[in-house]
């Protein structure tokens, strides 16, 4: 049973790339049944001015959040 996960973040460096891999195949197999093999990770990158939170506003650069 394969498991995909995909995530949004904002940039980060490599390294804390894969320590939150490792860490998260690490928990799955530990409380789950999952295989650490049948766990995949899809991590898409943004920034603060790809997001709104409606009403067409861009909150993270207005201030509001």
């Keep these: ?9 904002s940039p980060r460096a490599e390294a804390d790339k894969e320590r939150f891999y490792a860490r998260l195949v690490q928990e799955l197999s530990t409380h789950t049944d999952v295989a650490p093999s049948d766990i995949m990770i899809n991590l898409v990158t ?9 009403n067409g506003e861009a909150q ?5 959040l």
Aim: aromatic share 18%; no cysteine.
């Design 46 to 54: 943004n920034t603060k001015a790809d997001w709104s939170f409606g």
């Design 60 to 64: 993270f650069l207005n201030g509001k």
């Design 1 to 9: 049973m394969q498991s995909t996960f995909s995530l949004t973040s």
